[in-house]
């Protein structure tokens, strides 16, 4: 008798740890169920019971036919397509019209902006906080991590992956900065982008493909992640790699992390053809983009570009353009050298005074022989700009 009170005081009370277990792990797995009855309170509340009795029960999902693929996100965000409940706390809450104008949810799903886990209905497991799950959800809390202003940042580095041939995207300012400046810095005078540009750095058409393992992370101060390398590399590509050609362009942080984002954007995702914006498929360039780069890699002028000398300097007449124009335009060099330092340009170069001093000594380093080739190749492009200028006054 009494060993069974026993056995039974020990079942109850082993129960009772189970049931406790049971229930934290609920509270840190909710599932779906949880919110769609508050979902129904919610409604009832506002809109009364008869609307009340409208709303779904039962796991939710848009499967997006083409890529075989569900979405089951809208189990919870129940009034994604809802009117009268913008103000309504999350998950709740009516989606902003703007992004969901040409993408309807029955078409596109959610993932494909925001990351997560689809096909799961619990809220750890579907915002994509497991381990080794690779594309967690593109949060706010991403953003104040990385220090961006833009709360939704790392959804625009989303919407890049289908839109990547546009030149803007509405409704994506940090991903449209960053390829503004990509086109404008000359990126492309050393790095093959979509098929086009030069071989002195690596291919960066699909740079957000590349193993995370190969970069080194100890110069990494924020988190070790790729998108932290890509950020430091940019802002001090020497730190990196000190050997490296890759000029230090002054990026401020918000400029590099633009443009990181867009790099990360730069990878192979399987989406079905029927999800890709069809009006452009190719990054196509302006006939004088297609010129201007070809000129800057190939051209007479080539050398300036695989010295770097061109981050400060134009040469204008071999069609060498400078982003930053920090120095003079050495199309002008042969007569503006022995104004400016009264010497002849061979002279300067071989024995160079003020900031070229320095750059000549800790950035760049020529052997006499590059010297005397940048000397040549300044008198050619003093030549040519005298004949264009002569040229353009013997026009009518
Ligand atoms: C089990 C319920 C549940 C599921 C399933 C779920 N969510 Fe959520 N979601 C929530 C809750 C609750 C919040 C608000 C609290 C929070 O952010 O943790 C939220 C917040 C969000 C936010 C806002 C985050 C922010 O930083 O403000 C986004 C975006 C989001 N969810 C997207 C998704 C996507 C995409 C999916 C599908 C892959 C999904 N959710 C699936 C419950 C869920
Ligand atoms: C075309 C891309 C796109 C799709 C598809 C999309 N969203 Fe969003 N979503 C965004 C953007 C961009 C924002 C933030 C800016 C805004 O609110 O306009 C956002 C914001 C959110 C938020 C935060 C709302 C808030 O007020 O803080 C939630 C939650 C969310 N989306 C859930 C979903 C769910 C669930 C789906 C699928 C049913 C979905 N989204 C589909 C782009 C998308
Ligand atoms: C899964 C791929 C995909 C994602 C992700 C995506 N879009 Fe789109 N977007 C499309 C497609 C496809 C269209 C063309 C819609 C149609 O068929 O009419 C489009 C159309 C647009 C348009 C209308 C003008 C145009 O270029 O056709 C804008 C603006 C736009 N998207 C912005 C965004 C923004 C902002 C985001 C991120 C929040 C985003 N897109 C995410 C595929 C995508
Ligand atoms: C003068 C030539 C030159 C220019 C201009 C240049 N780069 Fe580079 N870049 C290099 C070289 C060389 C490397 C390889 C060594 C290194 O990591 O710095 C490199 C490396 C990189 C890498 C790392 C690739 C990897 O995964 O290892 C990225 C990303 C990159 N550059 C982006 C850019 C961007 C964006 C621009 C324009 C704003 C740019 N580069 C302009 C020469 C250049
Ligand atoms: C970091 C910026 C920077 C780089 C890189 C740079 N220069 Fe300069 N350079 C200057 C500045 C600034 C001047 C103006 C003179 C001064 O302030 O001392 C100058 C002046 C010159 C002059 C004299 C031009 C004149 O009109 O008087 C020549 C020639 C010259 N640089 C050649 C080069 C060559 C060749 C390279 C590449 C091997 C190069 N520079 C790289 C900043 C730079």
Known sequence: MFSRDRTLVWLAGFLGVVVCAFAVWQEM?????????????????????????LTPAGVQQIWIRS???????????????????????????????????????ERFGCTYCHGGQGYATKLPDAHGWVKDWEEPLLDTTLAKDYRVREKWAFVEMNCNVCHRFEREIDGAGIVNLGKKLIREKGCRACHIING??????????????????????????TLPTLLAWQIGHLQSPKSFSPDTVMPDFGFKSHEAMAIALVLMSWRKVDIPVDLLPGVVRKDVPTPEELERERTMREGEGKFFVEKTCFICHDVSSLGIVSATKIGPNLALAVEDAPRRFGRTLDSFL???????????????????EEKREAIRLLKLAYRKYKEQQSAAENKP
């Open 196 to 221: 086009r540009g030069g071989t002195i750095g690596p291919d960066l058409t699909w740079e957000g493909d590349k193993n995370p393992e190969q970069y080194d992370y100890t110069r990494i101060t």
């Open 350 to 368: 071989m024995n160079p005074t003020g900031t070229m001093q320095v750059v000549l000594s800790k950035q760049i380093q020529l052997t006499d």
């Open 29 to 53: 797995n909710p599932g779906y169920r949880r919110y769609q009855r508050e979902f129904r309170r919610l409604i009832e509340e506002r809109f009364g019971p008869e609307r009340a009795a």
């Open 67 to 105: 890529a075989n693929r569900v979405d089951r996100c809208t189990s919870c965000h129940l009034g994604v397509t809802w009117e009268g409940l913008e103000n309504a706390d999350l998950p709740y809450r009516t989606h902003s019209k703007k992004p969901l104008e040409h993408h309807p949810i």
